[in-house]
């Protein structure tokens, strides 16, 4: 219930702050929220799992950030960003599905 409040009031303060996002990070946005999302299913199938662990959950969303972000930084280095970009929205939307399959089985019994 705490982390449902917290959403709300996190978007209610977005809303009303509307935050602007440095036009150096704009290419980097779009990977974070989908490596986020990756770790939110990740943490929603281990919950209904039972073995969910809050310190799992904590370092593994800080982590796919994190790292989704650097590949990206990377190949823009290197010249090939957008590649990687793709690669990475490739590999974490496998797992995305993958999770999201599991939670369907997981309250559906299907």
């Not at 996002?21 to 779009?30: G, N």
């Not at 990756?38 to 919950?47: N, S, V």
């Not at 590999?91 to 019994?109: C, T, W």
């Amino acid at each position: 219930m705490l982390a449902i409040l917290g959403l709300v009031a996190g978007v209610v303060i977005g809303l009303l702050v509307q935050p602007s996002l440095p036009t150096y990070l704009e290419p980097y946005l779009p990977i974070a929220i989908v490596a986020a999302l990756d770790a939110i299913l990740g943490a929603t199938r281990a919950y209904l799992d039972g073995i969910f662990s809050d310190r799992v959950f904590a370092v593994s969303f800080l982590s796919n950030v994190l790292i989704a972000g650097l590949i990206v930084f990377v190949g823009d280095q290197i010249g090939v960003g957008a590649q990687l970009s793709t690669g990475v929205v490739v590999v974490l939307g496998i797992r995305i599905f993958n999770n999201a399959a599991a939670i369907r089985r997981a309250l559906l019994h299907a």
